[in-house]
C-alpha cells in the first residue's frame, strides 16, 4: 500500500529525468551540525513563536500532558524535537518568503494535543489562573493581528528584523524608518552553510529632479493623480549617467491617500527603456503587491527595479514615473525616486 502511494511520484520521475530517484534541489542541502534552533523558535525573521505566539501553549502544554494523553507525551515530545531539529538544519531555515514557520503547519494536529492539555489546565484552574487567560488573550491577537500585517505589507516575507518588528508592532499603517531596518538575507552564503545575515539595508540616494526632469517638468514631492492626469511628471536619466552612479536598484516610493480602498496592484512604478525619443521597452512594477490602500488613509507604496546594464544593449536612457492605473483620485506625498549603490 505504501509503495501504491509513492508509484506516481516514482513514474513522474522516471518519465522526466530517466531516474527512478531523483534530487530536485540542486546545491541545496542540511547542515546537520548547524541547526538553527533559536533562530526558528524567537528569532525576529521568522521565528515560530515570534510570528504564531499562541502556540507558546503547545510548548507549556508539553509537560501538563496528563491522565489518557499522558500515553502520547513521549511520542509528541520525541517528534517535536526531531523535527524541528530536522526542519531548521535546512539551509533556508526561514523558509523564503512567506508569513513565520510554514513547514511546521504540518504537525499542528500532533502539537493540539500539548495545546489541548494547557487550556484544560487553564479551565480546570481558572480561578487560580484567571489572569492568565488575559495573557493567552492577548497571545491570540498578536498573531491575528500579525497574520492581517502580513496581507497588508507590515511584516516582509523574508528581510524582518528586531529593529523592523519594533518598528511596525502592532501598527495599522506604516511607519517611516521599517523600509530601512529590513535586512534580506544571504542566500548565496546560508547555501555554503555560512552566514545568512546579510548586510544591513543600503542607503537611499535621490536623483536630482532638477537635472532630469522631463521637458524641465520638475518632479513634486506632492501630487494628485486622477482620471485626467495619471501620470507623475517624469525623470529621463541617460545611461552614461547611470553608468558612472554604480546602482544596485532604483525605487519609487511615496506615501499615498485615497478616499476609497484600491488594491495597490493598479497602482504601479514605469521603467522605461528609452532610445531619443522611441520606446524600446517598458518595465511595469506593482507598488507592493500585498498591500492596498485603505479609504481615507495615508499607506506608504513603494517599487523596486534592480538594474541592469544588459537592459541598455539598445536604449541610451531610462524614464521613471509612476502611473495610476485604476484611474481613482490618488493623493501623493512625500514622492521618492532614487537608488542604491552595489
Given at each position: 500500500m505504501?509503495?501504491?502511494i509513492?508509484?506516481?511520484?516514482?513514474l513522474?520521475?522516471?518519465?522526466?529525468?530517466?531516474?527512478?530517484?531523483?534530487f530536485s534541489?540542486?546545491?541545496e542541502r542540511f547542515?546537520?551540525?548547524?541547526?538553527?534552533?533559536?533562530?526558528?523558535?524567537?528569532?525576529?525573521?521568522?521565528?515560530w513563536?515570534?510570528?504564531?505566539?499562541?502556540?507558546?501553549?503547545?510548548i507549556?502544554?508539553?509537560?501538563?500532558?496528563?491522565?489518557?494523553?499522558?500515553?502520547f507525551?513521549?511520542?509528541v515530545?520525541?517528534?517535536?524535537?526531531i523535527?524541528?531539529?530536522?526542519?531548521?538544519?535546512?539551509w533556508a531555515?526561514w523558509?523564503?518568503?512567506?508569513y513565520?514557520?510554514?513547514?511546521?503547519?504540518?504537525?499542528y494536529p500532533?502539537?493540539?494535543?500539548p495545546?489541548?492539555s494547557?487550556?484544560?489546565?487553564?479551565?480546570?484552574n481558572?480561578?487560580k489562573?484567571?489572569?492568565v487567560?488575559?495573557?493567552?488573550?492577548?497571545?491570540?491577537?498578536?498573531?491575528a493581528f500579525?497574520?492581517?500585517?502580513?496581507?497588508i505589507?507590515?511584516?516582509?516575507y523574508d528581510?524582518?528584523?528586531?529593529?523592523?518588528?519594533?518598528?511596525?508592532?502592532?501598527?495599522?499603517?506604516?511607519?517611516?524608518?521599517w523600509i530601512e531596518?529590513?535586512?534580506?538575507?544571504?542566500y548565496e552564503?546560508a547555501?555554503?552553510?555560512?552566514?545568512?545575515y546579510g548586510?544591513?539595508?543600503k542607503p537611499?540616494?535621490?536623483?536630482?529632479y532638477k537635472?532630469y526632469?522631463?521637458?524641465?517638468?520638475?518632479?513634486?514631492?506632492t501630487?494628485?493623480?486622477d482620471?485626467?492626469d495619471?501620470?507623475?511628471?517624469?525623470?529621463?536619466?541617460?545611461?552614461?549617467?547611470?553608468?558612472?552612479?554604480?546602482i544596485?536598484?532604483?525605487?519609487?516610493?511615496?506615501?499615498?491617500?485615497?478616499l476609497?480602498?484600491?488594491?495597490?496592484n493598479?497602482?504601479?512604478?514605469v521603467?522605461s527603456l528609452m532610445?531619443d525619443?522611441t520606446?524600446i521597452?517598458t518595465?511595469?512594477?506593482?507598488?507592493?503587491?500585498?498591500?492596498y490602500?485603505?479609504?481615507?488613509?495615508w499607506?506608504n507604496?513603494?517599487?523596486a527595479m534592480?538594474y541592469?546594464?544588459?537592459?541598455?544593449?539598445v536604449?541610451d536612457?531610462l524614464?521613471i514615473?509612476a502611473?495610476?492605473?485604476v484611474?481613482?483620485?490618488?493623493?501623493l506625498?512625500?514622492?521618492?525616486?532614487?537608488y542604491t549603490?552595489?
Open positions: 505504501h509503495f501504491l509513492g508509484l506516481p511520484q516514482l513522474y520521475w522516471h518519465k522526466i529525468t530517466g531516474h527512478w530517484l531523483f534541489y540542486n546545491n547542515f546537520w551540525d548547524n541547526p538553527h534552533i533559536f533562530e526558528g523558535l524567537l528569532g525576529f525573521r521568522k521565528g513563536l515570534i510570528y504564531s505566539p499562541i502556540m507558546v501553549l503547545s507549556i502544554g508539553l509537560f501538563l500532558m496528563k491522565g489518557n494523553e499522558k500515553v507525551k513521549p511520542a515530545i520525541i517528534t517535536f524535537m523535527t524541528i531539529y530536522v526542519v531548521w538544519s535546512w531555515w523558509y523564503g518568503g512567506s513565520g514557520q510554514r513547514p511546521l503547519i504540518d504537525f500532533l502539537l493540539a494535543l495545546l489541548a494547557t487550556v484544560y489546565t487553564i479551565r480546570m481558572f480561578r489562573l484567571k489572569y487567560t488575559i495573557g493567552v488573550a492577548f497571545l491570540f491577537y498578536v498573531g500579525q497574520n492581517w500585517q502580513y496581507m505589507g507590515l511584516i516582509h528581510s524582518n528584523t528586531k529593529e523592523s518588528y519594533m518598528i511596525n508592532f502592532l501598527s495599522a499603517t506604516y511607519r517611516p524608518g531596518a529590513l535586512q534580506a538575507p544571504d552564503s547555501k555554503r552553510g555560512l552566514s545568512s548586510k544591513p539595508g537611499r540616494i535621490e536623483f536630482d537635472k526632469a522631463k521637458e524641465n517638468f520638475f518632479v513634486k514631492k501630487t494628485f493623480l482620471g485626467v495619471q501620470y507623475t511628471r517624469a525623470l529621463d536619466i541617460p545611461y552614461s549617467d547611470l553608468k558612472e552612479m554604480n544596485d536598484s532604483i525605487y519609487i516610493s511615496a506615501n499615498a491617500f485615497c476609497e480602498t484600491i488594491n495597490t493598479n497602482f504601479m512604478g521603467f532610445k525619443t520606446l521597452q518595465y511595469a512594477k506593482d507598488f507592493c503587491a500585498k498591500t490602500m485603505k479609504e481615507k488613509s499607506t507604496v513603494q517599487v534592480k541592469n546594464d544588459t537592459l541598455f544593449n536604449a536612457r524614464r514615473f502611473n495610476d492605473v484611474l481613482r483620485d490618488v493623493y506625498k512625500d514622492y521618492f525616486v532614487g549603490k552595489n
